[in-house]
Protein backbone atom coordinates (compact mmCIF):
# COMPACT_ATOMS: atom_id res chain seq x y z
CA UNK A 1 0.00 0.00 0.00
CA UNK A 2 1.18 3.35 -1.03
CA UNK A 3 1.65 6.78 1.59
CA UNK A 4 -1.48 7.65 3.08
CA UNK A 5 -0.87 11.58 2.50
CA UNK A 6 -4.61 12.45 2.29
CA UNK A 7 -7.02 12.63 5.57
CA UNK A 8 -10.84 12.28 5.38
CA UNK A 9 -12.42 14.97 8.35
CA UNK A 10 -15.93 12.96 9.54
CA UNK A 11 -18.21 13.76 12.38
CA UNK A 12 -20.01 11.68 14.16
CA UNK A 13 -22.36 12.07 16.84
CA UNK A 14 -22.25 9.86 20.11
CA UNK A 15 -24.56 7.11 19.32
CA UNK A 16 -22.26 6.78 15.60
CA UNK A 17 -19.61 6.86 17.46
CA UNK A 18 -20.28 4.64 19.94
CA UNK A 19 -21.29 2.24 17.26
CA UNK A 20 -17.98 2.39 15.39
CA UNK A 21 -16.46 1.94 18.26
CA UNK A 22 -18.39 -1.77 18.51
CA UNK A 23 -18.12 -2.63 15.35
CA UNK A 24 -14.19 -2.33 15.03
CA UNK A 25 -13.81 -5.13 17.47
CA UNK A 26 -9.91 -4.48 18.52
CA UNK A 27 -8.75 -2.46 15.83
CA UNK A 28 -8.44 1.18 15.45
CA UNK A 29 -10.76 3.29 13.63
CA UNK A 30 -8.68 3.57 10.91
CA UNK A 31 -7.72 0.36 10.36
CA UNK A 32 -11.23 -0.78 10.65
CA UNK A 33 -12.56 2.29 8.20
CA UNK A 34 -10.05 1.28 6.10
CA UNK A 35 -10.98 -2.58 6.13
CA UNK A 36 -14.33 -1.72 4.88
CA UNK A 37 -12.85 -0.18 1.91
CA UNK A 38 -10.78 -3.01 0.49
CA UNK A 39 -12.90 -5.79 1.84
CA UNK A 40 -16.47 -3.87 1.50
CA UNK A 41 -19.13 -6.01 2.85
CA UNK A 42 -20.77 -8.49 0.27
CA UNK A 43 -24.83 -8.22 0.64
CA UNK A 44 -25.12 -11.79 -0.07
CA UNK A 45 -22.82 -12.56 2.91
CA UNK A 46 -24.04 -13.65 6.12
CA UNK A 47 -22.45 -10.98 9.18
CA UNK A 48 -19.81 -13.02 11.04
CA UNK A 49 -20.85 -13.72 14.90
CA UNK A 50 -18.86 -10.73 16.54
CA UNK A 51 -21.04 -8.72 13.22
CA UNK A 52 -24.24 -10.18 14.78
CA UNK A 53 -23.85 -9.94 17.91
CA UNK A 54 -22.84 -6.09 17.78
CA UNK A 55 -25.94 -5.65 16.00
CA UNK A 56 -27.51 -7.15 18.21
CA UNK A 57 -26.60 -5.12 21.20
CA UNK A 58 -26.67 -1.98 20.00
CA UNK A 59 -30.77 -3.08 19.13
CA UNK A 60 -31.17 -4.20 22.13
CA UNK A 61 -29.81 -0.60 23.85
CA UNK A 62 -32.48 0.67 21.19
CA UNK A 63 -35.09 -1.13 23.39
CA UNK A 64 -36.03 -3.74 20.63
CA UNK A 65 -36.87 -6.75 22.83
CA UNK A 66 -36.28 -9.64 20.67
CA UNK A 67 -32.94 -8.16 19.57
CA UNK A 68 -32.59 -8.38 23.65
CA UNK A 69 -33.77 -11.68 23.55
CA UNK A 70 -31.27 -12.82 20.53
CA UNK A 71 -27.97 -11.41 22.42
CA UNK A 72 -28.79 -13.22 25.43
CA UNK A 73 -28.80 -16.77 23.76
CA UNK A 74 -26.37 -15.49 21.18
CA UNK A 75 -23.88 -14.61 24.56
CA UNK A 76 -24.78 -18.25 26.26
CA UNK A 77 -24.15 -20.56 23.28
CA UNK A 78 -20.73 -18.59 23.34
CA UNK A 79 -20.53 -19.45 26.94
CA UNK A 80 -21.30 -23.20 26.50
CA UNK A 81 -19.20 -23.37 23.66
CA UNK A 82 -16.32 -22.56 25.93
CA UNK A 83 -17.21 -25.33 28.43
CA UNK A 84 -17.10 -24.63 32.12
CA UNK A 85 -14.58 -22.06 33.51
CA UNK A 86 -12.46 -22.97 36.56
Known amino acids: MGRRDNKVM ?5 DELARLDEMRVGAS ?7 L ?8 RMPTHSEA ?7 ARDGKVAAAVALER ?3 DDASAEGPRG
Do not use: C, H, K, W
Request: charged share 25%.
Open 10 to 14: VSLNG
Open 29 to 35: RAVYLRT
Open 37 to 44: LEEPLPLD
Open 53 to 59: VAILARM
Open 74 to 76: ALR
